[in-house]
């Protein structure tokens, strides 16, 4: 079998050749908001809309090609999930409009007084749904994180959970800072109590596999674009609550999920260009992945593809991600957020939440824009993480996220850069 390389997949994405208008090829540190797309995607989703493009449930040929295109979608990312069914998919504009709509319906069903957990380690997306609930006399409470570390003490939970809880909020991982929550440990707590989890998997699919049956939780949101596909949201449910729920829609559409949650014509060439994406990741598992075969026993086909697909990825972040990870912390006046610890690396994505005492995020940010280089500086929409840890007056954090089809070479140039911006501040 090859070895996983960075560059066997780089000519896959055709943006990853582009230069900046200075003729500087252009490294992209900015996945965490959005990763590349790949060519394959961008080719589905132009022979969607040349051969296929329709509404759907018609005879005519266009139309069936519609309604084919939909289908393979929900397979996709059931496989991409382990879903047990592709009707437990449900797709929309993003994540947090998916959020929004499901924290809407539920309010339905609970009483003022009930209870529902957020954390402060979360994206926005994942809090102000549920805070939104407080309107209708629904109490919101907080699970902190440790500051030292950005991590969520399960034993805070303990104390916060109650009778009265109907659901903890909680991410898979930090977009902030790359903390990987401990889920199948959130899951049996809560469901201890009768609660429900729904988490935010935005940040935590395009670096580990997802097994939403081994993690046990009840609702999972994400989305494509994170993981080289177009901008596509995704929410997953069980499919006897989703079913059960009373969703907002419009009366002439579906009782039955998927349907009733699917509000309006969807993003059709959007959901070719994802399954495109699931195919790429399949691939990537069916030619780099055989050492990870034996973690997946319980899997066949393009369900363990995808699984072992996602733990090559996941293999080459975390070693090149140790190695970002010693060059910042030996730069003089960085500060680095998050687990450190080279034994703790699975706790956490590969993604660096820096800054200098002395120079702002977001000048660093536009240095390195100068340079080519793509990085986002501020609070990223995770707007408690960064009033936790003092810096909401500040300017936040400068966010440095690696993903596949980053080198060694780029992060030897960015960490040339700060190296020598460290000495401004001598």
Not at 393 to 419: C, I, K, M, P, Q
Request: with cysteine; aromatic share 10%.
């Amino acid at each position: 079998m090859p070895t996983f390389d960075p560059a066997h997949i780089r000519p896959l994405f055709p943006a990853l050749a582009e230069c900046d208008e200075h003729g500087q090829p252009l490294i992209f540190f900015d996945g965490p908001g959005g990763t590349q797309v790949l060519q394959s995607v961008i080719d589905a989703m132009s022979d969607y809309l040349v051969r296929r493009n329709a509404n759907v449930h018609a005879p005519f040929l266009t139309s069936r090609r519609t309604d084919e295109t939909l289908a393979a979608a929900h397979q996709a990312l059931a496989d991409f999930l382990n879903a047990p069914s592709p009707d437990e998919i449900v797709f929309g504009p993003n994540m947090t409009t998916l959020t929004f709509a499901l924290s809407r319906a539920l309010g339905r069903l609970w009483q003022p007084g009930d209870e529902v957990i957020v954390t402060r380690l979360d994206h926005d997306a994942n809090v102000a749904p549920w805070l939104a609930l407080q309107e209708q006399g629904i109490v919101v409470r907080w699970w902190d994180f440790d500051p030292t570390d950005c991590t969520l003490p399960l034993a805070q939970l303990d104390e916060l959970l109650s009778p009265r809880t109907r659901l903890v909020a909680v991410s898979g991982a930090s977009n902030a800072v790359g903390t990987v929550n401990p889920i199948p440990a959130v899951v049996e707590r809560a469901h201890a109590v009768g609660a429900w989890v729904f988490v935010d998997a935005v940040h935590l699919a395009p670096h580990f596999p997802i097994d939403v049956q081994a993690l046990g939780c009840d609702f999972l949101a994400c989305s494509a674009y994170k993981f080289y596909g177009p901008h596509v949201g995704v929410l997953w449910g069980r499919y006897e609550l989703l079913d059960r729920i009373p969703a907002y829609k419009v009366r002439p559409a579906e009782d039955h999920p998927p349907g009733k949650w699917m509000t309006g014509t969807q993003n059709h060439e959007g959901l070719a260009g994802t399954t495109a994406a699931i195919a790429y990741l399949a691939w990537l598992g069916e030619t780099y992945g055989h050492d990870y075969v034996k973690q997946f026993p319980h899997l066949r086909g393009r369900r363990l593809a995808l699984k072992t697909g996602l733990a090559v990825i996941c293999a080459y972040e975390r070693e090149l991600f140790r190695y970002l990870l010693e060059g910042l912390q030996a730069i003089p006046g960085l500060t680095l957020y998050g687990i450190t610890e080279p034994t703790r690396l699975h706790e956490r994505a590969p993604t660096a939440a820096i800054r200098f005492a002395h120079l702002s995020p977001q000048e660093v940010s536009a240095r390195l824009a100068a340079h080519g280089i793509a990085a986002y500086a501020g609070h990223f929409y995770a707007v408690h993480v960064i009033e936790r840890l003092g810096l909401s007056e500040r300017g936040g954090v400068l966010r440095v996220g690696l993903s596949h089809y980053n080198t060694r070479h780029e992060v030897d140039r960015l960490l040339e850069l700060l190296e020598d911006w460290s000495f401004d501040m001598a």
